[in-house]
Nanobody
Framework: QVQLVESGGGLVQPGGSLRLSCAAS????????IGWFRQAPGKEREGVSC????????YYAESVKGRFTISRDNSKNTVYLQMNSLKPEDTAVYYC???????????????????WGQGTQVTVSS
Protein backbone atom coordinates (compact mmCIF):
# COMPACT_ATOMS: atom_id res chain seq x y z
CA GLN A 1 0.00 0.00 0.00
CA VAL A 2 1.46 3.31 -1.11
CA GLN A 3 1.48 5.87 1.64
CA LEU A 4 3.02 9.30 2.20
CA VAL A 5 3.06 10.82 5.66
CA GLU A 6 4.03 14.43 6.30
CA SER A 7 5.27 15.74 9.62
CA GLY A 8 7.10 18.70 11.06
CA GLY A 9 4.53 21.43 10.70
CA GLY A 10 3.69 23.85 13.48
CA LEU A 11 3.55 27.44 14.61
CA VAL A 12 6.63 29.57 14.05
CA GLN A 13 7.40 33.27 14.23
CA PRO A 14 8.28 35.24 11.10
CA GLY A 15 11.91 34.69 10.24
CA GLY A 16 11.92 31.28 11.85
CA SER A 17 12.54 27.84 10.38
CA LEU A 18 10.81 24.49 10.10
CA ARG A 19 11.75 21.22 8.49
CA LEU A 20 8.97 19.16 6.98
CA SER A 21 9.36 15.44 6.41
CA CYS A 22 7.60 13.23 3.90
CA ALA A 23 8.02 9.56 4.76
CA ALA A 24 7.07 7.02 2.12
CA SER A 25 5.98 3.43 2.52
CA UNK A 26 4.93 0.84 -0.03
CA UNK A 27 7.27 2.18 -2.70
CA UNK A 28 10.85 3.35 -3.15
CA UNK A 29 10.75 7.10 -3.10
CA UNK A 30 13.93 7.77 -5.08
CA UNK A 31 12.31 6.34 -8.22
CA UNK A 32 9.57 8.97 -8.13
CA UNK A 33 9.36 12.69 -8.50
CA ILE A 34 8.37 14.03 -5.12
CA GLY A 35 6.70 17.40 -4.88
CA TRP A 36 5.72 19.70 -2.06
CA PHE A 37 2.54 21.68 -2.53
CA ARG A 38 0.68 24.03 -0.24
CA GLN A 39 -2.80 25.40 0.07
CA ALA A 40 -3.76 28.44 2.08
CA PRO A 41 -7.36 29.16 3.09
CA GLY A 42 -9.33 30.53 0.17
CA LYS A 43 -6.49 29.97 -2.28
CA GLU A 44 -5.67 27.39 -4.89
CA ARG A 45 -3.09 24.72 -4.23
CA GLU A 46 0.33 25.73 -5.50
CA GLY A 47 3.58 23.93 -6.10
CA VAL A 48 6.43 24.82 -3.78
CA SER A 49 9.29 22.51 -4.65
CA CYS A 50 10.04 19.15 -6.18
CA UNK A 51 12.89 16.73 -6.65
CA UNK A 52 13.09 14.82 -9.88
CA UNK A 53 13.32 11.06 -10.11
CA UNK A 54 15.46 11.35 -13.24
CA UNK A 55 18.57 12.91 -11.78
CA UNK A 56 17.65 14.39 -8.43
CA UNK A 57 17.34 17.89 -9.85
CA UNK A 58 15.45 20.27 -7.62
CA TYR A 59 12.96 22.96 -8.52
CA TYR A 60 11.40 25.80 -6.55
CA ALA A 61 8.58 28.24 -6.90
CA GLU A 62 9.81 31.82 -7.22
CA SER A 63 8.19 32.73 -3.93
CA VAL A 64 10.39 30.33 -1.96
CA LYS A 65 13.67 30.35 -3.89
CA GLY A 66 16.62 31.01 -1.63
CA ARG A 67 14.58 30.21 1.48
CA PHE A 68 13.42 26.61 1.04
CA THR A 69 15.55 23.55 0.30
CA ILE A 70 14.28 20.15 -0.75
CA SER A 71 16.37 17.05 -0.12
CA ARG A 72 16.02 13.30 -0.14
CA ASP A 73 17.42 10.60 2.17
CA ASN A 74 17.14 7.35 0.28
CA SER A 75 18.21 5.30 3.29
CA LYS A 76 15.17 6.61 5.18
CA ASN A 77 12.89 6.71 2.16
CA THR A 78 12.09 10.28 3.14
CA VAL A 79 12.05 13.69 1.47
CA TYR A 80 12.55 16.86 3.47
CA LEU A 81 11.64 20.48 2.97
CA GLN A 82 13.82 22.84 4.97
CA MET A 83 12.04 26.17 5.27
CA ASN A 84 14.01 29.19 6.46
CA SER A 85 13.17 32.88 6.77
CA LEU A 86 9.50 32.02 6.98
CA LYS A 87 6.95 34.68 6.22
CA PRO A 88 3.27 34.98 7.19
CA GLU A 89 2.38 34.33 3.56
CA ASP A 90 3.95 30.87 3.87
CA THR A 91 1.08 29.88 6.15
CA ALA A 92 -0.73 26.93 4.58
CA VAL A 93 -1.31 23.21 4.72
CA TYR A 94 1.69 21.57 3.11
CA TYR A 95 1.33 18.33 1.19
CA CYS A 96 3.85 15.99 -0.35
CA UNK A 97 2.97 13.99 -3.42
CA UNK A 98 4.53 11.40 -5.70
CA UNK A 99 4.60 11.26 -9.47
CA UNK A 100 6.39 9.23 -12.10
CA UNK A 101 8.99 10.68 -14.40
CA UNK A 102 7.90 14.18 -15.38
CA UNK A 103 9.09 15.95 -18.50
CA UNK A 104 8.67 19.39 -16.96
CA UNK A 105 8.67 18.99 -13.15
CA UNK A 106 9.21 22.73 -12.75
CA UNK A 107 5.63 23.27 -13.93
CA UNK A 108 4.26 21.74 -10.70
CA UNK A 109 1.30 20.14 -12.50
CA UNK A 110 -0.50 18.65 -9.53
CA UNK A 111 -2.80 16.51 -11.68
CA UNK A 112 0.25 14.45 -12.65
CA UNK A 113 0.90 13.47 -9.04
CA UNK A 114 -0.89 10.24 -8.16
CA UNK A 115 -0.33 9.80 -4.47
CA TRP A 116 -0.72 12.43 -1.77
CA GLY A 117 -0.11 12.70 1.93
CA GLN A 118 -2.65 14.01 4.41
CA GLY A 119 -0.93 17.37 4.85
CA THR A 120 0.70 19.23 7.73
CA GLN A 121 -0.22 22.71 8.90
CA VAL A 122 2.39 25.44 8.87
CA THR A 123 1.47 28.71 10.56
CA VAL A 124 3.80 31.69 10.52
CA SER A 125 2.65 34.32 12.96
CA SER A 126 3.93 36.52 15.75
Amino acid sequence: QVQLVESGGGLVQPGGSLRLSCAASGFTLEYYTIGWFRQAPGKEREGVSCISSADGSTYYAESVKGRFTISRDNSKNTVYLQMNSLKPEDTAVYYCAAAGLLMRPENFEDDLYNDWGQGTQVTVSS
